[in-house]
C-alpha cells in the first residue's frame, strides 16, 4: 500500500506564497502520476497543476503564471509553489500519485490521495 502526507498549508494575506509538498511512501515500484487538485467550499475538485507523460506539466488557467509544480524522484515527493495567492486560491489542496507497489513480488496499481491541507488566503 501506499500512503501520501502532505503538509504546508496555511493562513496567509493576498500576495504571499507558499510551497505544499506530498511525500509518498510505502514499496513504491514506480509512480507515472502526480498531480495536485482543490476544493473550496461549495465548488467541485478541480485538477490545479499535474504531470503527465513524464516531465510535462499542465495548469489550470486561473493558476498558471503563479504555481508551479515539481518533483523529488528520490523521495517519492511533489512540490506545489503558490506564489501571488489571491482570496480566490483559497481551498483544501490534495495530492494524488498514481503508480505501482510491491507486495510478496508483484505488482499491484496504486491511485492514493493525501489527507487535504488547508490553504487560506485573506487579508
Known amino acids: 500500500q501506499v500512503q501520501l502526507v502532505e503538509s504546508g498549508g496555511g493562513l496567509l494575506q493576498p500576495g504571499g506564497s507558499l510551497r505544499l509538498s506530498c511525500a509518498a511512501s510505502g514499496s513504491i515500484f514506480s509512480i507515472n502520476h502526480m498531480s495536485w487538485y482543490r476544493q473550496a467550499p461549495g465548488k467541485q475538485r478541480e485538477l490545479v497543476a499535474a504531470f503527465f507523460s513524464g516531465d510535462t506539466t499542465n495548469y489550470a488557467d486561473s493558476v498558471k503564471g503563479r504555481f508551479t509544480i515539481s518533483r523529488d524522484y528520490a523521495r517519492n515527493t511533489v512540490y506545489l509553489q503558490t506564489n501571488s495567492l489571491k482570496p480566490e486560491d483559497t481551498a483544501v489542496y490534495y495530492c494524488?500519485?498514481?503508480?505501482?507497489?510491491?507486495?510478496?513480488?508483484?505488482?499491484?496499481?496504486?491511485?492514493?490521495w493525501g489527507q487535504g491541507t488547508q490553504v487560506t488566503v485573506s487579508s
Open positions: 494524488n500519485v498514481a503508480g505501482e507497489y510491491m507486495l510478496r513480488g508483484k505488482r499491484y496499481a496504486f491511485d492514493s
